[in-house]
């Protein structure tokens, strides 16, 4: 029996909540207050409560939550910052939009987070900051960063947009860390495949440091305080009221679909157990000990794996590539005099990765077309 699967569908998720978010919308359409506001202020503490941090601060979108980040820690023309180029653009865009230099360092060929052991020897007089991105919903490996950060006097920003809810917790650590706490700022986004999406776009900026966290919530509005007089030059970056009535109520089921996520990723695994003899060089997701994962996609490594993606879809079953590209060979970024092989562990990683359908309403039996028809793939 032939079924289809999406990659992605919200429309379930949607449904399931849509009287809730229609008298949440109702509420701000009496107000009529559209900007900030107390909506604004709820999501903000419930999500500073969720990351066990001191502060957070709406944004207009996770791309901004991480200019305005490098914005409130001075961060400038000629200044470089340490990024991996195996992760979503706005990483290293937000580090070109402030003048600054994106440094690549290439990634973890298990977890395809950034490698803490190549950090060391790009750092230079000119290094402010090292911006890991937790990727896929799995924390980088945070204790060596922290430490070079610390020698070095580097502030650390963290990339937790797929990251919402996840954990780094080292096998000597007796509680888990949060994404988005460890680092001098965190930023999130709530665009709406993340795993708390917003009805546009939307993000959030946490920080322990009442400094740093003030210097934010002036930057996104113009760095006006009191109204029309300006301390700094800001930017026009403020949550809108209406999404954040809409990300009050998803966020009370964020760890119900987290959770489901989580089912779905042990699920897969159980479905594979039988493929990698089959297959040589599949390989799963690997958390590395301790870790939460939130699974914001579940992303296996395959050969031929253009063929197979090729093939899926003429079978109804929908996948996605994170990322084909990575960002040192991207055309913007032909500036840094990157080559092809620079970075291999990101090349080989945009070459042979694939990212299956994860979300939270997905269902067993889809889960389970999914695996056979990629079984019937390697058997053909
Ligand atoms: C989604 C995402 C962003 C940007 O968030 P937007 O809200 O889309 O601007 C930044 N970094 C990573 C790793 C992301 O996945």
Same mark, same amino acid.
């Given at each position: 029996?032939?079924?289809?699967?999406?990659?992605?569908?919200?429309?379930?998720?949607?449904?399931?909540?849509?009287?809730?978010?229609?008298?949440?919308?109702?509420?701000?359409?009496?107000?009529?207050?559209?900007?900030?506001?107390?909506?604004?202020?709820?999501?903000?503490?419930?999500?500073?409560?969720?990351?066990?941090?001191?502060?957070?601060?709406?944004?207009?979108?996770?791309?901004?939550?991480?200019?305005?980040?490098?914005?409130?820690?001075?961060?400038?023309?000629?200044?470089?910052?340490?990024?991996?180029?195996?992760?979503?653009?706005?990483?290293?865009?937000?580090?070109?939009?402030?003048?600054?230099?994106?440094?690549?360092?290439?990634?973890?060929?298990?977890?395809?987070?950034?490698?803490?052991?190549?950090?060391?020897?790009?750092?230079?007089?000119?290094?402010?900051?090292?911006?890991?991105?937790?990727?896929?919903?799995?924390?980088?490996?945070?204790?060596?960063?922290?430490?070079?950060?610390?020698?070095?006097?580097?502030?650390?920003?963290?990339?937790?947009?797929?990251?919402?809810?996840?954990?780094?917790?080292?096998?000597?650590?007796?509680?888990?860390?949060?994404?988005?706490?460890?680092?001098?700022?965190?930023?999130?986004?709530?665009?709406?495949?993340?795993?708390?999406?917003?009805?546009?776009?939307?993000?959030?900026?946490?920080?322990?440091?009442?400094?740093?966290?003030?210097?934010?919530?002036?930057?996104?509005?113009?760095?006006?305080?009191?109204?029309?007089?300006?301390?700094? +030059?800001?930017?026009?970056? !403020?949550?809108?009221?209406? *999404?954040?009535? %809409?990300?009050?109520? @998803?966020?009370?089921? $964020?760890? =119900?679909?987290?959770?489901?996520?989580?089912?779905?990723?042990?699920?897969?695994?159980?479905?594979?157990?039988?493929?990698?003899?089959?297959?040589?060089?599949?390989?799963?997701?690997? +958390?590395?000990?301790?870790? !939460?994962?939130?699974?914001? *996609?579940?992303? %296996?490594?395959?050969? @031929?794996?253009?063929? $197979?993606? =090729?093939?899926?879809?003429?079978?109804?079953?929908?996948?996605?590539?994170?990322?084909?590209?990575?960002?040192?060979?991207?055309?913007?970024?032909?500036?840094?005099?990157?080559?092809?092989?620079?970075?291999?562990?990101?090349?080989?990683?945009?070459?042979?990765?694939?990212?299956?359908?994860?979300?939270?309403? $997905?269902?067993?039996?889809?889960?389970?077309?999914?695996?056979?028809?990629?079984?019937?793939?390697?058997?053909?």
């Amino acid at each position: 029996m032939k079924m289809n699967v999406p990659f992605f569908d919200l429309k379930p998720q949607s449904l399931s909540l849509k009287e809730e978010i229609q008298s949440a919308i109702d509420e701000v359409f009496e107000t009529q207050q559209f900007i900030l506001g107390a909506q604004v202020e709820a999501i903000e503490k419930a999500i500073a409560q969720y990351c066990q941090t001191t502060y957070a601060i709406g944004v207009a979108s996770g791309s901004d939550a991480l200019f305005l980040s490098l914005m409130a820690l001075g961060i400038g023309p000629g200044d470089e910052v340490i990024l991996p180029p195996f992760t979503f653009f706005a990483t290293a865009g937000s580090v070109s939009r402030i003048e600054a230099i994106p440094v690549f360092v290439d990634i973890d060929p298990q977890t395809y987070n950034i490698d803490p052991l190549k950090i060391v020897e790009k750092i230079t007089e000119r290094t402010k900051a090292i911006l890991p991105v937790h990727l896929f919903g799995q924390c980088a490996d945070m204790d060596p960063i922290l430490q070079i950060a610390k020698r070095r006097n580097l502030f650390i920003i963290e990339d937790a947009a797929q990251a919402l809810g996840s954990e780094y917790k080292p096998s000597f650590d007796s509680k888990g860390r949060k994404a988005g706490q460890m680092g001098d700022l965190g930023c999130f986004s709530f665009y709406p495949t993340k795993n708390l999406g917003a009805f546009g776009d939307a993000g959030m900026v946490v920080a322990n440091d009442s400094l740093l966290a003030e210097k934010v919530r002036l930057l996104r509005a113009h760095g006006s305080r009191p109204k029309y007089y300006h301390k700094w +030059i800001g930017i026009n970056s !403020r949550l809108d009221t209406m *999404q954040a009535a %809409i990300l009050l109520v @998803k966020f009370k089921y $964020l760890e =119900k679909w987290t959770e489901a996520r989580q089912r779905h990723a042990r699920k897969y695994e159980k479905l594979f157990q039988d493929l990698p003899s089959l297959v040589g060089e599949l390989r799963l997701p690997v +958390i590395q000990y301790g870790n !939460r994962h939130i699974f914001n *996609q579940y992303v %296996i490594r395959v050969p @031929k794996r253009d063929q $197979l993606r =090729k093939f899926l879809a003429e079978e109804g079953i929908g996948t996605d590539i994170y990322y084909p590209l990575p960002l040192h060979l991207q055309e913007c970024f032909s500036f840094l005099k990157h080559r092809q092989g620079d970075f291999p562990i990101s090349e080989k990683a945009a070459d042979e990765t694939l990212a299956l359908p994860i979300f939270p309403e $997905l269902t067993e039996d889809q889960q389970e077309m999914v695996v056979d028809r990629i079984r019937a793939f390697y058997k053909k």
